[in-house]
């Protein structure tokens, strides 16, 4: 029985999504909820599961190219009585079906080509021997479709630049001195330098920072981290953070708003974003759905979840929109204190530093004295549209008061 493995949809508003990676090839044995491809869509990257057990019989689209949602992209036979003769011939007729595409004149090349990129080549008439000499960013240096269009729109750019430009960078890329690298940018970073412009042109950053005592959390979580790993909980300080931001959001909650147009949209849940560095791609955002419906714990739950996920390409859409106020942790990376961009459409982000032991005055029963104490930074980039600097260091000295005087979960 033959299976058809399609593009899934990943939300309401995805139409489409790109193959960046096959783990399987045609004539490989798959199993059941095994990972046989990736996907990137505007949204989100994730991995494809086999729906069964079977043979990966055919391939339909290739890496970096685009398919429609509900587009076939693969057929796997889950029949048992496959054998290697059949294999041999499937693989066989796939690069009878790309020979195909060339001409005699031209198979001479020792790389392949998929079906995708030599139509483009002969529409835009290029050679194999011109195919031949762009540099492919595929697996084991293969032109992708991104390759080729990118090629094709450097070649078109040369040709309407005035002659002095093209001499000057003719002459730089060809110097044999060279030390430069070019790659292109991938689709997380695509992602990531659209949303970043984005942020900086819509929202007015203003940034906030000021400095807390968590000597009692450190306190707290030394003399506790054993008894929760027993449960598998790992306690660190972003959860006692994330708790604090949400009760502060609660009190201020003009900082858990949007601004649409001419509306203010109050929330009346919070979903909180935890950024989560994924290397060596960059960083992505998942929420907390109703945040404030947890305790520190169950946060501290949630956020390792969220993680394990980022890192392990297993979020859904769901996970990664509708976020209401997010929190970077750059603290652990050693960053003291950072100005964070606002991830929108939201119009705050809190920004976690790293916690450091220094000498602090400290005041008891009117009398100074100077002692060592956990100190930490805590930064607050809020949209200067929505939100001035009153209600900012509200928010921010808010947060502070709960962490100082922390008691108990």
């Keep these: ?24 090839k045609v004539g490989d044995k798959v199993k059941k909820d095994e990972i046989i491809y990736e996907i990137t869509t505007d949204k989100v990257d994730t991995e494809i599961p086999s729906p069964c057990d079977g043979t990966l019989v055919e391939i339909r689209v290739k890496e970096n190219e685009v398919a429609k949602v509900g587009t076939v992209v693969a057929i796997i036979d889950s029949e048992e009585n496959i054998n290697s003769e059949i294999i041999e011939e499937m693989v066989e007729q796939e690069k009878e079906n790309v020979n195909d595409l060339i001409t005699d004149d031209n198979k001479q090349s020792i790389r392949f080509y ?11 008439d290029i050679s194999l021997e011109e195919l031949d000499k762009i540099t492919g960013t595929g697996i084991k240096g293969r032109v992708t479709k991104k390759d080729l269009l990118d090629y094709i729109e450097k070649k078109k750019s040369i040709k309407e630049m005035p002659a002095e430009k093209i001499e000057r960078k003719t002459t730089f890329e060809s110097s044999p001195s060279s030390r430069v690298e070019v790659i292109p940018v991938d689709h997380i970073r695509e992602r990531i330098i659209h ?13 906030s920072i000021i400095e807390v005592d968590v000597t009692r959390i450190y306190n707290f979580i030394n003399n506790n981290k054993e008894h929760y790993a027993k449960n598998g909980i790992k306690l660190t300080y972003l959860p006692f953070i994330a708790y604090a931001a949400i009760k502060a959001l609660k009190e201020y909650p003009l900082m858990n708003a949007t601004i649409e ?4 949209i109050f929330k009346k849940f919070i979903n909180l974003g935890i950024a989560v560095a994924i290397e060596p791609d960059g960083l992505i955002v998942p929420n907390i759905k109703n945040a404030d419906e947890m305790n520190i714990i169950g946060l501290a739950k949630a956020i390792a979840d969220l993680s394990n996920k980022a890192r392990t390409k297993k979020l859904l859409l769901d996970d990664i929109t509708n976020g209401t106020f997010t929190i970077t942790n750059y603290g652990v990376f050693g960053t003291l204190i950072g ?16 916690v450091t032991k220094k000498p602090v005055v400290i005041e ?15 930064s607050l980039s809020h949209d200067h549209r929505l939100i001035d600097g009153m209600l900012g260091g509200k928010f921010l000295s808010f947060i502070k008061n709960y962490l100082e005087n922390f008691e108990d979960i």
């Design 364 to 378: 008891n029963n009117g009398v100074d004295s100077i002692a060592i104490r956990s100190m930490m930074y805590l």
């Design 261 to 264: 147009e001419d509306k203010i």
């Design 195 to 207: 949303n970043m412009i984005k942020s900086r042109d819509t929202s007015v950053h203003v940034t």
């Design 1 to 24: 029985m033959k299976t058809e493995i399609i593009m899934p949809q990943m939300g309401e508003s995805i139409t489409e999504g790109t193959i960046i990676k096959w783990h399987k």
């Design 339 to 354: 100005t964070p961009i606002i991830n929108q459409p939201e119009v705050g982000i809190l920004g976690v530093g790293s």
């Design 114 to 124: 998929s079906p995708a990129v030599l139509n483009i080549a002969r529409q835009e």
